[in-house]
């Protein structure tokens, strides 16, 4: 049974930092397109980094410089490390997996077969 178990997340002051790790049993993980989403109360889920195969890294434009996605093949863990953290990247941190989703969609939840149960961040003004 596959899982995606996110740690990590936690309460913050602005201009802080979190690390977010996901440990993932899918097989192989390191033919996995790996992501972090985000989503708040009565919003979708809204793409926050990607990170493929091959290493080649994707992010949202709202947290470019801020954030940094990375895996580990060895740990089969993704891991998302945020710096000078704002209100508004406040929500529940959701980890993602998919083997077979397109370059295109890449920045699509709807193309992610496998997620954790999420990790909430907080972030106070």
């Known amino acids: 049974q596959v899982q995606l178990v996110e740690s990590g997340g936690g309460l913050v002051q602005a201009g802080g930092s979190l690390r977010l790790s996901c440990a993932a049993s899918?097989?192989?993980?390191?033919?996995?397109?790996l992501a972090w989403f985000r989503q708040i109360p009565n919003k979708e889920r809204e793409f926050v980094a990607a990170?493929?195969?091959?290493?080649?890294?994707y992010y949202a434009d709202s947290v470019k410089g801020r954030f940094t996605i990375s895996r580990d093949n060895t740990k089969n863990t993704v891991y998302l490390q945020m710096n000078s953290l704002k209100p508004e990247d406040t929500g529940a941190y959701y980890c993602?997996?998919?083997?077979?989703?397109?370059?295109?969609?890449?920045?699509?939840?709807?193309?992610?077969?496998?997620w954790g149960q999420g990790t909430p961040v907080t972030v106070s003004s």
């Open positions: 899918v097989s192989p993980f390191n033919r996995y397109t």
């Open positions: 990170i493929r195969y091959n290493s080649y890294e």
């Open positions: 993602a997996a998919s083997q077979t989703i397109i370059l295109s969609n890449l920045r699509n939840s709807r193309g992610y077969g496998y």
